[in-house]
């Protein structure tokens, strides 16, 4: 973890703050993650898997030298898992020992029990919690895996920053934690908890900018072998496939031709390691063989047709 930094002065600061996390930003997101700083509000983040939206939390707790505090979000979640729940084996145990001493004082003996010392602090409690190195950064990840009570009750924590507790009262953060909120839409959020957020649509990146995250990220891949990959999933995007290839399968296709030693595509690489790029046989299926190979060519006629421009 790095050392505590000033959150930035700027619409430019906040490009060079992603760009020392290796995270290759566009100006649209650097503004509204600056204003999202700059006024404490929840930054909420939708766009399809992949596209580098939890990667965003993550460069910004490594960046400014915050703790990283993540909700991993799933069908079910509760207040028990996001929140907090209390310890009822050791609560029990602090019953027996009160009853062995002769303790008969219930009320007295409910708000013993009922301390803080009890509590089991979930990552929603623990974003609250002071620390030496400022506010945490609170990623709320996945939140279309939840349903709408869940959401009813974030509704307080993005206002406020405070969780009510009812055995012991309201909690609330000191310094209100850095929130990122991601969604891969596959429902719609409510409107009560966008209004407290401000948003953005994290799309697919441009070529340019592609070829730049793969220099960043996988500079060990030679230059002409990136230029192929980032030209064929970017034409791949344009197929009408169930689940389009992300970022992060652009960099795992990378990888995996260079642990293959391969120095350019051809259509026998593209189909042995399909698997790695799409993630559903019906998408592999569609692209594999003769679709494979007419894409590909269209790709290295372009590429060249740009060399030689």
């Not at 009160?98 to 301390?115: C, H, T, V």
């Not at 259509?267 to 003769?290: F, N, W």
């Amino acid at each position: 973890m790095a050392d505590r930094a000033p959150l930035p002065n700027s619409v430019d600061d906040t490009l060079s703050l992603l760009a020392r996390g290796n995270y290759i930003g566009e100006r649209n997101l650097a503004t509204v993650l600056f204003l999202a700083l700059k006024r404490c509000r929840p930054l909420f983040l939708e766009g399809e898997a992949g596209v580098g939206k939890t990667e965003i939390a993550k460069v910004l707790a490594e960046t400014l030298g915050r703790r990283l505090v993540r909700l991993q979000c799933y069908e079910g979640l509760d207040v028990s898992a996001a929140v907090y729940e209390w310890n009822y084996p050791r609560q029990m145990v602090e019953i027996r020992v009160a009853e062995a001493a002769g303790q008969q004082d219930r009320e007295k003996l409910s708000g013993d029990i009922f301390d803080e010392r009890f509590l089991i602090e979930r990552p929603l409690l623990q974003a609250l919690r002071p620390d030496e190195r400022g506010a945490p950064v609170l990623l709320i990840d996945e939140l279309d895996r939840t349903d709408e009570p869940f959401e009813a009750f974030l509704l307080e924590v993005l206002s406020d920053f405070q969780i009510t507790i009812p055995e012991l009262g309201t909690i609330a953060a000191a310094e209100p934690p850095i929130v990122i909120i991601t969604s891969n839409r596959t429902r719609e959020i409510h409107d009560a908890l966008k209004r407290r957020c401000f948003y953005h649509w994290v799309d697919f990146p441009s070529a340019a900018r592609e070829l730049e995250i793969l220099k960043v990220k996988a500079p060990q891949v030679p230059a002409e072998l990136s230029r192929q990959i980032v030209s064929f999933v970017q034409a791949l995007r344009n197929e009408d496939l169930f689940k389009a290839p992300g970022i992060a399968e652009t960099l795992d296709w990378a990888e995996a031709l260079t642990q293959l030693d391969k120095v350019a595509l051809d259509p026998q690489a593209v189909d042995d390691t399909l698997g790695v790029l799409l993630k559903y046989q019906d998408d592999i299926a569609k692209i594999q063989g003769s679709e494979a190979a007419r894409i590909l060519s269209e790709v290295k006629s372009e590429l060249t047709g740009l060399a030689m421009a």
